[in-house]
């Protein structure tokens, strides 16, 4: 069974600090997602990365997919209240009977106080 | 306009009894999923259908039963319902993407379905 432990569970800052959410695993993923849900709505996809190593920014966010494709980072540089809400991890596998299967971390529920 | 949609929004019922959740998606894709995520905001997969398909089903209860009369439409049926089934039941459809791609498409999630067994 593969596992994401996503980590931390819960984070409450100010506005304007920065800071990062790690999704770590023993297995390889054929790409890492990260999605963003708020209260009463369906996750929302941020990112995809693919390849081992890669970095991608979304204007206060950075996302990377470590080299050997078993662990993410999410970074958010000067949090705003906006960026509150529940943040998910979810690695991909392909091939076989899991295709198209996601599997998801526990949550990190950010919280940015004005 | 609305990509993924499910019915109803919330659902209150008894122990015991049997209850459908439908989803539709609009956004022509081939593949749709269940998820169940519990309290804690655990989403897990329980279900997939790829072109009427079933092609991932994850160790759930045979008393969940889903149903793809269309590539359009996946509904879920449960039996007998328990008090552990209280949670939220979320819809989700994608492409499916070949190993180029990582294997993994954007999935696009409805608005979920609150369930609570009393």
């Known amino acids: 069974t593969q596992l994401l432990e996503q980590s931390p569970q819960f984070l409450s800052i100010q506005e304007g600090e920065n800071l990062t959410v790690y999704c770590n695993s023993s297995?390889?993923?054929?790409?890492l997602q990260w999605y963003r849900q708020e209260p009463g709505e369906g996750p929302v996809l941020l990112v995809t990365v693919v390849t081992g190593g890669e970095v991608k920014k979304l204007k206060r966010l950075t996302f990377q997919f470590g080299d050997a494709r078993k662990d993410s980072s999410l970074h958010i540089t000067a949090a705003q209240p906006g960026d509150t809400g529940l943040y998910l991890c979810?690695?991909?596998?392909?091939?076989?009977?899991?295709?198209?299967?996601?599997?998801f971390g526990q949550g990190t529920i950010l919280t940015v106080h004005p | 306009d609305t990509a993924v949609s499910q019915t109803p929004k919330y659902l209150v019922t008894q122990m015991g009894n049997d209850k459908s959740i439908k989803c539709e998606q609009n956004?022509?894709?081939?593949?749709m999923y269940w998820y169940k995520q519990d309290s804690k905001k655990f989403l897990k997969i329980m279900f997939s259908?790829?072109?009427?398909?079933?092609?991932i089903n994850e160790t759930v209860p045979n008393r969940f039963s889903p149903k793809s009369p269309d590539k359009a439409h996946l509904n879920l049926h449960i039996n007998s319902l328990e008090l552990g089934d209280s949670a939220v039941y979320f819809c989700?459809?994608?492409?499916?993407?070949?190993?180029?791609?990582?294997?993994?498409?954007?999935?696009?999630f409805g608005p979920g379905t609150r369930l609570t067994v009393l």
């Open positions: 259908y790829n072109n009427k398909e079933l092609i």
């Open positions: 956004l022509g894709h081939d593949t």
């Open positions: 979810a690695g991909a596998t392909a091939g076989g009977t899991s295709y198209g299967k996601l599997t």
């Open positions: 297995s390889v993923f054929s790409s």
């Open positions: 989700a459809s994608s492409h499916l993407r070949g190993l180029a791609g990582g294997g993994a498409d954007t999935q696009y």
